[in-house]
Every structure is written in C-alpha cells, then in structure tokens.
C-alpha cells in the first residue's frame, strides 16, 4: 500500500531507525515513545491488523519479539518490558498496518497500566457464552 506510511518506512521512502530486520519483519524505534527504547515491530508485508497475519509470519514476529525484548533487557538495562498490539481503530490502532509495540519497563518507573473492574453476580458466564457461541 503506497499511503500506508510503515509500507513507506519498509520501502526506505521514510527514515526510521532501524533496530533489526530480517526478510519479512521489521524493527524500529517509535517516533512517540512511551519510554526510551520503544520499538515497533511490523511484518514488511502490508496486512491491516492481526486478524490478517498469517501463521508463518506470526511465527517469525514471535521470535523476533523475543530477539528485541533480550535487546532491551541486556542493551538498555530493562527490568522487563510490555508487549502490545492494538487491533482497530477503537482499540486504539493508529497506523493500519499491523504492528507489536515493545516498551522497556523499569523498576518503580511510574507507568500505569490500563484501569481494572469486576464483573457482576453471574454475568462472566453470559459473557463468555457470547464469546464462545461464535467461536
């Protein structure tokens, strides 16, 4: 996809600075990181969203996010890191170009994660009986 700017990013169109890359992914640090370090990771061929990655890629931007989460753990002196994906454009999805956000965590580093709730008296069954009636 020629508007797809990580399409852009693959095609050298647009800089970014890689961290790794192989032949069908790519990593490189986020513009907007939420701490230093953030790095997104993308197949190089263009699919909208994880409901589009096919096995084999999952497959290899699986071990590349464990090559990358070592880079930040031993690089960056990291205490662990989150992994992320937002899928949609409610869910946050920005780019339309499936991708995995690695964030490096530190000890007491003052990032919140998202609000938990609860469920009511028997309402975690009737919703997991909406998710599986279609599954």
């Known amino acids: 996809m020629s508007q797809c700017i990580f399409c852009q990013i693959v095609q050298g169109k647009v800089p ?16 907007a990181p939420v701490k230093k370090g953030h790095t997104l990771i993308i197949p190089k ?6 409901m589009d990655v096919s096995s084999d890629i999952a ?18 002196s ?3 890191f989150n992994l992320g994906m937002n899928n949609f454009e409610a869910a946050g999805q920005l780019v339309m170009h499936a991708h995995y956000h690695l964030i490096p ?16 008296e028997d ?5 997991a009986g909406k998710i ?4």
Request: with cysteine.
């Open 16 to 31: 970014c600075v890689r961290v790794y890359e192989n032949h069908s992914v790519l990593a490189f640090l986020d513009i």
């Open 45 to 50: 061929k263009h699919v909208v969203n994880i």
């Open 59 to 76: 497959a290899e931007l699986h071990e590349v996010i464990k090559k990358v989460g070592k880079g930040l753990l031993e690089g960056l």
């Open 78 to 80: 990291a205490d662990g």
């Open 105 to 120: 965590r530190y000890k007491n580093d003052g990032l919140k994660l998202w609000p938990q709730s609860s469920y009511a």
């Open 123 to 127: 309402e975690m069954n009737a919703v």
């Open 132 to 135: 599986s009636s279609v599954l």
